[in-house]
């Protein structure tokens, strides 16, 4: 699932595609350092998990609803508590 609903590689169908129309009629973006807000909306749309990239710019605490599973310099895995 790419942040950018035109980099999409392949043709998302099923509950995926669900989530993804989900997410990107929730969030609107608004600037670069909104990585919190888009992984609540995210976590809301029935998206478990998230691999973050660049998770080495986050510069707020993750949503309490977060839990980093693994983490490397760039890049964290995330598993939402999903509602």
Known sequence: MFADKDQHPL?????????VITLHKNFVSGGR???GCY????AQAGFEYMLV?????LNEALPPSMTVMARTPNFALLHAKVP
């Open 53 to 57: 990239c660049n998770a080495h710019i």
């Open 39 to 42: 992984m609540t909306v995210a």
């Open 33 to 35: 350092n909104e990585y």
């Open 11 to 19: 043709d998302l169908t099923g509950p995926l595609r669900k989530s």
